[in-house]
């Protein structure tokens, strides 16, 4: 649990600069850095565990189900980073607290600031692949705020968006590599991935999931060709710079990198891929860092091409050579930093970042000059620092490495190519800001910084000097422990010496040195011939390939959503016949092997009346009337073949289904057209029936196949306890009622939800009413005839009859609640019909919303009254009485639960149709009030 | 009578999509209902077919299956609640659109789709 407040102290922090916005800027910055603080003390407290190789674990159960866990994971290389993370972060609070003018919101800056740490610290302490994605898009949206923090600068906007597109691209890459390796090894758990890198790497997909993979972490870590974003990412404050932009976000693609080690790498084609991308960016961005005349674009190149040469090292696939890159990520974390903070004091008292301006600064800031010298020297790799270390086993593996077969003596040449232009650009940094005569234009005389701004450079390069001099003392521990993790294996002797006796690695650095001096000498060439090539502008080239790409999606996307619902109803119906249709075409034959019944003439003469009148609605449904004539021949034939086949409840339902339906539809005609104007194409309407037919010969096999085949059901449990256990002999109603009760208490919801949307949508109707029917005939002048309100009354109480003895009988005969309702239903309508909406409601005052409630919680207590007896809801109970008169009588609970159905039923149709036929009636209220 | 059964069903699908591809809202309606017809014996011949086999316990020794007769109960009572509520909402779009064309506006008028869009 303690582990976990090392990632969750940064999260609450975000608060913090929030909260304490009032204080006083000095009191905020304090605050803010009180939780990384002590993320940072639990983390040093754990610090023994891990330099022993231990890796510590905590998990959160979340959804288990799902390979979901808030799951951390301490060892050397998380440890590594988690100090890189807090501790450059602790410094970059003081130092923002002083860069920061007083316009600046500070609170705002901090807050993301934290926010971006949480997410850093997320991605490297997570042991779970998603929960790492999670933190690893968080990263990518933090620094999306951080890069446009001066949003009202244009630059700083395009930088911020270029960044995230990039970054978020290569996310989603990421996402589908890990997505992937989740489908491989059959778990998200990271120590299962890490475990499984045999399988990983013979599985047919590692080349997709490698270039993937690979594809997030060059973007995020700037590689070539997706290196352009970070120099456009200097829109940046130069703390963000500092922090996100050289020591942080952009390694985390690095420690993608060294954290899928085991699982990723050793195969020919990651050599290939990484280090040919490394060695690459390695060169490019060394030689465009020296044509930089912007402090932080320099700094930015140069990062570039150290981010390169880490990748080139995890690329050449030797474990000395991840030790190397593992060294190199903290030397370059420390010397970048700084070197950024110092570009950033160099800004801020002198007002440029110009080197054409900023000359001779070593008589203004003597200090600043002297630390900055330092940091800069470390880059360039001169001995007694710590960049030089790294750089020497960086030389000696390039020249153990056998990459490119007999060709393999080309990386080491490039490496010292590299290496001279890292010095070239160093040197320039040096030498054209501090000396090289005097300011030139600047606004204001430059000065040193305040102490406290200059502080953090110098803890970062006092440490710089320090592991120069005594590395094994500083972080040997420390790189032993986080190689011991990246590698997953003992790590191999190597020795952190600055001496190693003469050797080519050596003589490497000594040419870097000296050709790095001689190219700075005469730059003026190079730069001539630099001013030659044709200039790329990466912002627009992206802006514009960026609108080329939303032109395209903005063309497909209106073909896709042109508006017309029929179209998608298309598409929608191909989807059905191509998913559909397909297994159908590996079926040998659709028969399958079930006898047929036979077919008699009464059957053939359903089915050819249910096909005759299917194609008249088809045929006539420009004339909505007789189409809804001929649709309720369908139902009606529909219901027989129910009846036929062994289902009297459904033909039941059906029946007076059916019934409710027609005089619904008839009802709907009085405010509908009733008739369909001819508007389809003759190529439309051959289409339609092309795709119809489709669908129809698919569905209709299906249906054939299912039924030809023989089959088990699980209805051999419900016949044989329907009576013991549910007490009813009608083993649907049963079914209903009391087995599947929960479900049916679903679909009655439902139904009373529909019912009241319906109320809902008929109040405030636009009124209109139409005169006279479709043709210009006006209506019937007799209302109300004689003839039906005489015989609808004397049916009333028949109806009514009938429906209680079908819904009372209904347990254990065909029948039940929810056919009885709709007969309730059918008479209480046949009311309305004959005698209009005034003359029940005068007689019969009922507001069905409320009947809808009052069924719907019958059924509810019904349910939840077997909570009293302790047991699960809906649990039925019956029993048999001697009632004097009546005999021996089954009491349910179920016919309470039945009831509940009744009710909600008869309360759903009539608030649905007496709704809609309260509008048709020319006696309508003056008022729309509710019924 | 299985193929003859499969085939009604077929052919019920078929008229209902090709209603439902209409563009006025009245026949979508009534493809959906035929479509309803068709997708519930779908479900109901899931079950097999059987004569004179009422799942009605005692009065048969060869019951057909209830379980699909109880979902597809249910499913015809949702059926017309749905039917119902997509003939108000019809109502409705015409009463405040003016027209009864499934998009809501009459084809042909491309200035106004774009603008909707």
Redesign the interface.
Same mark, same amino acid.
């Given at each position: 649990m303690t582990l976990l407040w090392i990632l969750l102290l940064p999260l609450l922090g975000t608060l913090v600069p929030v909260l304490t916005a009032n204080w006083r800027r000095s009191a905020c910055a304090m605050a803010t850095a009180v939780p990384p603080a002590f993320a940072l003390m639990i983390l040093l407290y754990y610090g023994s565990a891990v330099f022993a190789g231990e890796s510590l674990r905590y998990t959160l159960g979340w959804i288990p189900l799902l390979g979901l866990d808030i799951s951390i994971r301490l060892d050397g290389l998380a440890f590594l980073f988690s100090l890189l993370i807090l501790g450059i972060g602790l410094l970059i609070i003081l130092y923002a607290r002083y860069y920061l003018s007083e316009q600046d919101s500070m609170p705002r800056f901090y807050a993301y600031l934290m926010l971006f740490m949480t997410a850093m610290m997320g991605i490297v302490l997570s042991n779970n692949v998603l929960q790492l994605w999670l933190f690893w898009e968080l990263t990518s949206i933090s620094s999306f705020l951080l890069i446009s923090y001066w949003w009202h600068k244009s630059e700083a906007r395009r930088g911020a968006r270029m960044a995230l597109t990039v970054t978020g691209a290569g996310g989603l890459c990421l996402l589908a590599a890990l997505l992937l390796l989740g489908q491989i090894t059959g778990s998200y758990d990271l120590d299962v991935i890490l475990a499984s890198g045999a399988v990983i790497q013979q599985h047919g997909w590692y080349p997709l999931v490698l270039v993937l993979f690979l594809l997030g972490c060059f973007t995020k870590s700037a590689q070539f060709p997706f290196h352009f974003w970070l120099p456009n990412a200097m829109a940046a404050p130069t703390p963000v710079s500092a922090y996100l932009h050289s020591a942080t976000m952009v390694k985390a693609g690095i420690f993608l990198l060294a954290r899928f080690y085991p699982a990723m790498a050793g195969t020919d084609l990651w050599f290939l891929l990484v280090s040919m991308t490394g060695l690459t960016t390695l060169l490019v961005g060394a030689y465009l860092a020296l044509f930089k005349h912007d402090l932080k674009g320099l700094l930015a190149y140069s990062t570039i091409s150290h981010l390169g040469l880490i990748t080139l090292l995890f690329g050449m696939g030797t474990d000395l050579a991840a030790v190397a890159g593992v060294f190199h990520i903290i030397n370059h974390a420390t010397f970048k930093a700084s070197l950024f903070m110092a570009a950033g004091i160099i800004d801020h008292e002198s007002g440029s970042r110009d080197m054409r301006k900023l000359n001779g600064l070593w008589h203004f800031m003597p200090i600043t000059a002297t630390l900055a010298m330092v940091a800069a020297a470390a880059m360039a790799g001169v001995p007694l620092l710590n960049g030089f270390l790294s750089k020497e086993m960086f030389f000696v593996e390039t020249l153990q490495q056998h990459l490119l077969g007999s060709l393999s003596w080309i990386i080491p040449v490039l490496a010292t190519v590299a290496g001279i232009f890292s010095v070239a650009y160093s040197t320039r940094f040096i030498h054209d800001v501090f000396f090289n005569g005097k300011p030139k234009g600047l606004t204001k005389t430059p000065h040193e910084p305040p102490r406290y701004m200059r502080m953090p450079v110098e803890v970062l390069v006092v440490l710089c000097i320090l592991v120069g001099v005594a590395p094994g003392y500083i972080v040997g521990d420390l790189l032993h422990a986080a190689s011991f993790a990246v590698l997953g294996t003992e790590v191999p002797e190597y020795s952190l010496a600055i001496w190693h006796g003469f050797n080519v690695a050596l003589l490497m650095s000594i040419v870097a040195l000296a050709g790095g001096a001689l190219i700075y000498i005469n730059r003026k060439h190079l730069f001539d011939f630099q001013n030659t090539l044709p200039g790329v502008d990466a912002i627009t080239t992206f802006e514009s390939i960026m609108k080329v790409l939303v032109k395209h999606c903005q063309q497909l996307y209106?073909w896709l959503?042109?508006?017309?619902?029929?179209r998608y109803?298309?598409f929608l119906?191909m989807g059905v016949v191509v998913l559909a249709g397909l297994p159908l075409l590996q079926l040998d034959t659709l028969f399958g092997g079930?006898p047929?019944?036979?077919?008699d003439a009464v059957?053939?003469t359903g089915?050819a009346m249910?096909?005759i009148s299917?194609?008249a609605?088809?045929v006539f449904?420009r004339q909505?009337v007789v189409?809804?004539l001929m649709?309720s021949v369908?139902?009606l034939m529909?219901s027989i073949?129910?009846t036929?086949?062994?289902?009297?409840?459904?033909a039941l339902?059906?029946l007076s289904?059916e019934v409710?339906?027609i005089i %619904? $539809?008839m009802l709907?005609?009085f #405010?509908?057209?009733h008739k369909?104007?001819k508007?389809?194409s003759p190529t439309r309407v051959i289409r339609?029936?092309g795709?119809?037919?489709m669908?129809?010969?698919v569905?209709?096999?299906i249906?054939?196949a299912?039924?030809?085949r023989p089959?088990s059901?699980?209805?051999d449990f419900?016949?044989a306890n329907?009576?013991t256990g549910g007490g009813g002999?009608?083993?649907?109603n049963v079914?209903?009622v009391d087995f599947?009760g929960f479900?049916?208490f679903g679909?009655i919801a439902?139904?009373g939800i529909?019912?009241l949307?319906?109320f809902k %949508? $008929?109040t405030r109707?636009?009124v #209109?009413k139409p005169s006279s029917d479709g043709e210009g005939r006006p209506w019937a002048l007799e209302r109300h005839p004689v003839l039906l309100a005489t015989v609808s009354q004397s049916l009333l109480p028949l109806a009514l009859m009938v429906s209680v003895f079908i819904f009372f009988r209904g347990h254990?005969?065909?029948g039940g609640g929810?056919i009885a309702g709709?007969v309730t239903a059918v008479a209480l309508i046949l009311q309305y019909i004959a005698h209009g909406v005034e003359w029940v409601k005068s007689r019969m005052n009922i507001e069905y919303q409320r009947v809808v409630a009052v069924g719907l919680m019958v059924a509810l207590v019904t349910g939840v009254a077997s909570w009293l007896f302790n047991k699960p809801f809906l649990t039925s109970w019956f029993d048999y009485f001697d009632i004097p008169l009546l005999g021996k009588v089954e009491l349910a609970s179920a016919i309470a639960f039945d009831a509940g159905v009744y009710i909600t039923?008869v309360g759903?149709?009539m608030l649905?149709l007496a709704s809609?036929g309260k509008m048709t009636t020319s006696h309508r209220p003056v008022h729309t009030e509710s019924i | 009578?299985?193929?003859?059964?499969?085939?009604?069903?077929?052919?019920?699908?078929?008229?209902?999509?090709?209603?439902?591809?209409?563009?006025?809202?009245?026949?979508v309606?009534?493809g959906l209902?035929?479509l309803s017809?068709?997708v519930?014996?779908?479900l109901?011949?899931?079950?097999?077919?059987?004569?004179?086999?009422?799942?009605?316990?005692?009065t048969t020794d060869n019951?057909?299956?209830?379980?699909p007769?109880?979902l597809?109960?249910?499913a015809?009572?949702?059926?017309?609640?749905?039917?119902?509520?997509l003939?108000?909402?019809?109502?409705?779009a015409?009463?405040?659109l003016g027209n009864?064309h499934?998009?809501g506006k009459l084809?042909g008028n491309e200035s106004s789709?774009k603008e909707?869009?």
């Open positions: 209106s959503d042109n508006g017309s619902l029929q109803l298309v119906l079930r047929e019944l036979p077919v059957n053939a089915a249910l096909l299917a194609f609605t088809v449904h909505r189409a809804l649709i369908v139902g529909v073949a129910f036929r086949f062994s289902a009297p409840d459904l339902t059906q289904v409710v339906t %619904l $539809l709907a005609l #405010f509908l057209p369909t104007p508007q389809s339609d029936i795709l119809a037919s669908v129809g010969v569905i209709g096999s249906s054939y299912i039924m030809t089959f059901t699980i209805s419900f016949l329907s009576k002999t009608n083993v649907v079914i209903l599947r479900d049916t679909e439902v139904l529909a019912s949307g319906i %949508l $008929l109707i636009p #209109f254990n005969l065909p929810f709709l039923v759903s149709t649905i809609l | 009578m299985e193929s003859l059964l499969a085939g009604c069903i077929g052919f019920l699908t078929a008229c209902g999509v090709f209603l439902l591809l209409r563009g006025r809202t009245f026949p309606v009534v209902t035929m017809y068709a519930n014996l779908f109901f011949s899931s079950g097999r077919l059987t004569l004179q086999g009422a799942a009605v316990l005692g019951y057909a299956d209830p379980l007769q109880a597809v109960l249910t015809i009572v949702i059926g017309f609640a749905m039917t119902a509520y003939v108000i909402l019809a109502i409705r015409r009463a405040d009864d499934v998009d084809p789709r909707s869009r």
